[in-house]
């Protein structure tokens, strides 16, 4: 049971609105939430979604190793992920989160849905940063006697990388988003908190409260993913 | 040495087939400057992809210093590449490694030890004077500068083959002397094999030993640079020369229009004022253009002489002064004539 639900059901009965004083109890920890979901759900997604991307580019007719087919099944793949709203993807694959995490609701039964929906972003954001490094880099690595994984490492990866930073972040927040969506499944943090307060409740002040922390939040991470780019490009 | 035999590739697009490159032979001797020529769409950079093997050839063979390149399996063509140094264009390094590791590069990749690959990146930069840039990223660097850390990682394998695809494009005329510079130096210093591939014919007068001509994908013609352009009738020969500018239609009308090609080093400064001499007519000069090129004196000119001056004179003086001539236009009933053949680059 999140730090939320606990709280929410003993506010509920002594308090009309949340005061002031209580926000911090019942936002930090769910701020805290936020930040896990987001955090476990991103290296995933980095760790899945980097190799799709990098598989996608080199399948096409213009990458190191061309397989029309293997590409155009992979694009299909990554088009459905993406073409699905959250929400619907979210309740469509409720019996594969059941049977990964046992659960359907909470932060777990969150991370699957995101995970699904956020690889395949990242892979598409990955596949077209790939696709921005001039095919002479390429050339210019394999020349130089490198095997595919190094002309994968040091030229096109390496090259691009910038670019992935800049999708981390895009997904990143993309993510946050996903959160809250998934509050509406009790997966906690903010989002929940936002929907069973703000939204079913009426609790102006912690609607307000948790609309500052998401636009802050979003800030930052747009921010220090800037600060990275502008230091990964080296001028 | 290098040694193309019978090189060809088709690329085929559903039920389009296209021979980009047909039966190509070329030979470069080791420490000679071949330089392949020829309009875009010649297949100079098809050509180029399969010497290095980026592309794989159709049929044909490549063979350097006895190796047999082509039909070699993944690995040992990554092993077999590290015979041939390919130089690419100026802009193309990896924008986020400094000078010094973009050529450590191939050392890298072959697996050179640390302090190896630093000795023998230090020595690569000195060779090509960017020692003291060694540290500077891409874009700290000029295009001239990013074209030495080029040729340097080209280097760095100790190639007996250079590739020089474009070298010189998109660089301004000074960096082009230098670039120009250092692979005559490297040819000296090293006996390196040079096979460039260039539409640039003013670096190929300045470098080259022998030149090709590549069209529609087939070599049309080729021969040593001297030979060729001291040849009126070679095509190659009138293209490498710097085109007279402005139309030939602006030709002064009446005459009859000579070209006159420099035919031996032996051509006299005064030819022109002497043909008023030994002719007894007077001379238009239209458009000239004479150099020196390795120490060989080559050059061209139009000149326009009176009609009525015998053809058979002009030739015979011509050639007593070292030089030919053909006639590319003269005059004749209700309007001139053209001869010659205007070849366009």
Redesign the interface.
């Known amino acids: 049971m999140s730090a939320a639900e606990t709280f929410g059901r003993e506010a509920a009965t002594t308090l009309p609105g949340t005061p002031w004083s209580k926000l911090p109890e019942l936002l930090v920890p769910a701020f805290g939430e936020t930040v896990v979901m987001v955090g476990v759900v991103m290296i995933i997604v980095f760790a899945l979604g980097l190799p799709l991307g990098v598989i996608a580019h080199n399948t096409s007719p213009g990458g190191l190793f061309p397989r029309p087919r293997l590409h155009a099944a992979l694009n299909a793949v990554i088009s459905l992920g993406r073409s699905l709203p959250f929400l619907v993807l979210m309740a469509a694959i409720i019996p594969f989160t059941l049977l990964i995490t046992g659960t359907t609701i909470g932060i777990p039964a969150a991370i699957v849905p995101m995970v699904v929906a956020g690889t395949p972003f990242f892979a598409r954001l990955v596949e077209n940063a790939l696709r921005e490094v001039p095919p002479a880099i390429t050339d210019l690595a394999r020349a130089s006697g490198g095997s595919d994984l190094q002309v994968i490492a040091h030229a096109q990866i390496a090259e691009a990388w910038p670019a992935i930073i800049g999708s981390m972040t895009v997904n990143t927040i993309a993510m946050i988003e996903y959160s809250a969506i998934a509050g509406t499944i009790g997966a906690g943090g903010i989002g929940y908190v936002a929907v069973t307060y703000g939204y079913q409740r009426f609790d102006h002040t912690v609607m307000i409260a948790t609309m500052l922390i998401l636009i802050a939040t979003v800030a930052v991470v747009q921010a220090v993913g800037d600060y990275c780019v502008r230091r990964a490009r080296r001028r | 040495m290098i040694t193309i035999t019978n090189l060809s590739k088709n690329f085929s697009d559903g039920d389009r087939h296209s021979i980009v490159l047909d039966a190509i032979n070329l030979s470069v001797e080791r420490g000679e400057i071949l330089a392949v020529v020829g309009p875009s769409g010649a297949g100079k950079s098809t050509l180029a ?1 399969c010497i ?1 093997l ?1 592309g794989r050839p159709s049929s044909g063979s490549i063979v350097v210093d006895g190796v047999e390149l082509t039909g070699l399996r993944a ?1 040992e063509l ?2 077999a ?2 015979s ?1 140094g ?1 130089i ?2 100026a802009s ?1 390094m ?4 400094t000078a010094a590791e973009n050529i450590a ?2 050392l ?3 697996g050179v030890v640390r302090e190896e690959r630093d000795a023998r990146v230090l020595e690569l930069l000195e060779r090509v004077g960017l020692a003291q840039h060694a540290h500077r ?1 891409p ?1 700290q660097l000029s295009g001239g500068q990013r074209q030495r850390v080029g040729i340097a ?1 080209a280097l ?2 100790r190639p007996s083959v250079l590739l020089a695809d474009e070298a010189t494009s998109g660089l301004d005329p000074d960096n082009v002397e230098s670039v120009i510079a250092l692979l005559r130096e490297l040819r000296q210093d090293l006996g390196l094999t040079i096979l460039m591939i260039t539409h640039d014919m003013q670096m190929v007068r300045k470098i080259a030993d022998r030149v090709a001509r590549l069209s529609h994908g087939r070599i049309i013609e080729s021969g040593p640079l001297l030979d060729l352009l001291v040849d009126p009738e070679s095509q190659l020969g009138n293209l490498l020369l710097p085109s007279p500018s402005g139309e030939d239609d602006s030709i002064d009308g009446g005459g009859q229009v000579w070209r006159v090609v420099y035919g031996s080093d032996h051509v006299a400064p005064t030819w022109l004022a002497a043909i008023n001499r030994a002719l007894g007519a007077e001379v238009h000069l239209l458009t000239a253009s004479i150099e020196t090129i390795r120490r060989h004196q080559v050059g061209h000119a139009t000149i326009s002489l009176p009609a009525n001056l015998p053809e058979a004179n002009i030739r015979r003086f011509l050639s007593e002064q070292g030089l030919q001539g053909y006639l590319v236009a003269s005059p004749s009933k209700g309007g001139r004539e053209k001869v010659g053949e205007r070849i366009e680059v």
């Open positions: 992809r290095n980026l690995a990554r092993v590449r590290r041939i390919t690419f264009q193309h990896l924008s986020r490694r590069l191939p890298e990749y072959m990223y874009h990682r760095a394998l």
